[in-house]
């Protein structure tokens, strides 16, 4: 298991991928930062004191770190991220977080549902773990949100809310309601906080126990 210490140092943008007109993925210098799959990094633009927290996108054996960013139009930090090109300069910290695959659960079903750029945890554990028994639950408002999901291939499954389009034409938690799922499984829930309190009350429901049940808020 990686070692937990946390740094903060500054590094140079390699590149800027834009998946949507509001999406992009960051790859930055990682510098000496060990992290595990799952947890998030504090990153800001270079001399401002604003910060903002993301969860790493990329695998943890690559030699840098990638965010999955959406610019949020009153975002103090988003913004300016989004504005970054290649050879900028921003601040990293970390890493942080809890949400992880541990060793005990690898080998299980696992269901992993997002909402929006709630994936990239997701992303990370894909990237990192080889041969993961999971189906991936992605809900977003627009197809073009499915944001380079071609990484999952047949596991990934899209909830697309405001058009016609996708897997299933509405909510994931109206998808949740129907879905088949074994007494082993581990659920992570990664998105924004009303998807999380209802798929966690569909699951304890469905009669999946709590401590099979992980979170992660994006706020």
Do not use: W
């Not at 990682?30 to 947890?39: A, K, M, T």
């Not at 991220?81 to 695959?101: A, I, Q, S, T």
């Not at 509405?170 to 906080?193: E, H, M, P, Q, W």
Request: aromatic share 12%.
């Amino acid at each position: 298991m990686l070692t937990a210490t946390k740094i903060r140092y500054t590094g140079d943008v390699q590149e800027v991928r834009r998946l949507t007109d509001e999406t992009i993925v960051l790859r930055i210098d990682r510098g000496n930062i060990d992290f595990e799959p799952g947890q998030y990094v504090r990153i800001g633009v270079d001399g401002d004191s604003e910060i903002r927290d993301y969860s790493i996108y990329s695998g943890n054996e690559k030699p840098y770190i990638e965010v999955l960013l959406r610019r949020v139009e009153d975002g103090l930090v988003s913004k300016q991220l989004f504005d970054l090109k290649e050879g900028d300069r921003v601040m990293v910290g970390g890493p942080y977080g809890h949400f992880k695959l541990l060793d005990s659960i690898k080998e299980k079903p696992l269901l992993f549902i997002a909402t929006g750029t709630g994936i990239s945890p997701y992303r990370s554990f894909i990237e990192s773990y080889d041969n993961l028994n999971y189906k991936l639950i992605h809900g977003t408002s627009y197809l073009n949100e499915a944001y380079e999901k071609e990484i999952y291939g047949d596991k990934y499954f899209h909830c697309v809310s405001r058009e016609k389009k996708g897997d299933f034409n509405g909510r994931v938690t109206d998808y949740i309601k129907n879905i088949d799922f074994s007494s082993d499984t581990n659920a992570f829930l990664c998105g924004n906080c009303d998807m999380i309190y209802d798929v966690f009350d569909l699951l304890q429901e469905r009669g999946l126990p709590t401590g099979q049940i992980h979170t992660e808020v994006y706020f």
